[in-house]
């Protein structure tokens, strides 16, 4: 989440002194043959709002269930505050789940699904009521009380799942992919309110999603999966901007990206060589690299500006001919194909009229970025 | 599309009813004749109605069946959802395959041979035949039925329901007690009409383990029948057959209803 200057930056996975609200060490989960989860040590601080990314199969479900209560690891422990939780039961832990499908009780009404909870709590009974008309407020349903789960709207359905699991006040509210029913404009919508609830909740919130700009826009915190192991764990303007390798830099985003050997020139500065006949690219590299390692070059197409004059002032110019051009209102996006037969997408902010703009098909062009725009990933 | 109500739709459709209904209604007829001959009309009369309610042995039959069929429908309806329920929510353990094959075995089994092993059973164990074996006969030969059906049931809940329940606080007990059972109720309940039907009409089980003291309506029917056709039989079939088309009328509206309810119900949300 972006956060005004003047506040002070919520980052607690920075400060030594704090303590995690969930603690995994060297947790591995199997299924028989299958490792679901292999040897995943990571720390969730409280009111974060952390977000399992990943394609399907990754294991971030895996690892969300095992929180919950529903998976043991088959090694390692998971501390909730300090305390182990595997031989906790899911109906005595400090948790709380909304399931993808919901899972809204069909024989219950809106106020009876949220009230479930809180009768098996050790609430006293008389603040029941109030405690279900506070949630049905926060999620905006006070006039849907009475209705049945299949007589109210899917986005509806999304909320009572939310307040139902919101009503106990849990420590942990485990979201398992939420907004996957709901369509794209409801869905953004649904973003904004839901991280508008875990400000004034102050709810630590784990979420599962495999659509990356959910994860972008909703968390304090990405952790980007494959085959059971995360492979970076950030914030996501550095995921996006930092990609530790071509796998991450791959599935966040649009991205160029060039395999190349890269020699240093010191001053951090590399050279890529990466074709035949093309200059090479001088890039940016922190830490030393021996003379001739073999790198990938990623830059964004964003970060590639196109002309259709030869720029002068910067550092990596490319020349090439426009194959395709996609147009998706508010940008552009060029593929442009090189002599060699590569392909580099530029992409424009469309800030004039389609009318006034000069580049189309076929049209020679010149494509360049500066030696601080792309990112050199050695795996 | 032709839907023109043709002559061979016509024919077809008489023909198969009259297949399907012919000896029942004729049955129906008959017991509404005068004549103590079973086959000659000889004018309406309810005679035969009023001389079955004032048949004691007949009366005394009924009321066995209805025991047997309530006790043992009840029985089998708790263990055959029990059964279901392992067999569906367990997950994998040692031996499900060979445990859920050998519950739907009944279903196969010829009656004759269960009704021998029952009693054979019950010999060597020295259990006095009577109503009381009856009813675990039945026990063991419906109880399939009812766990097919609420197993089917149970395949295509979805078990999310149960994880969200215990995730909310409930015991495992609790969570089907307030979630599973609600949902699959339906299901339970036509695995106990079935189960009670089953029990109602069964004659073959019943023969080999009822003991002299206990007699069922359908083993009442087929002796009486040996002895001749009496009209009396016909006045009790056309009892049994109007109960049970008034109950099959009954719960296919009730659940129409239902559905058109939910429907209604349905399309007033999608408009707010």
Redesign the interface.
Known sequence: MAQPANRPVFAPWTDPNEKPLIRFQNVTKRFGEFTAIDNITIDIYRREFFALLGPSGCGKTTLMRMLAGFETPTEGTILLDGQDIAPIPPNKRATNMMFQSYALFPHLTVWDNIAFGLRRSDMPKDQIPARVEEMLKLVRLEKFARRKPHQISGGQRQRVALARSLAKAPKLLLLDEPLGALDKKLRQDTQFELMDIQEKTGTTFVIVTHDQEEAMTVASRVAVMDHGRMIQVDTPDRIYETPNSVYVADFIGDVNIIAGTATPKGDDKVSIVWAEGQAPIAATAPGALTPGTPVHFAIRPEKVAIATQKPEDRANVIEGTVEDIAYLGNISTYKVALPGGQMIKAQVANDRRIARRNITWEDKVWLSFTDTAGVVLLN | MNRRFSWFNATSLTLGFAFLYLPMIILVIFSFNQSKLVTVWAGFSTKWYVELFRDEAFLNAAWVTLKVAVVSSTVSTLLGTMAAYVLVRAGRFQGRTLFSGMIYAPLVMPEVITGLAMLLLFISIGLDRGVFTIILAHVTFTMCFVSVVVSSRLATF?K??E?????????PF?AFKS?TL??IAPAVISGWLLAFTLSLDDLVIAQFVAGPSATTLPMKIFSSVRLGVSPQINALSTIMISIVTVGVITASLVSKRSIAR?RA??Q???R?
């Open positions: 979805d999310s329901l994880e969200a329940a215990l995730d909310l606080g409930c015991t609790d979630v609600p949902i939910q119900e349905e007033a949300a999608v707010n």
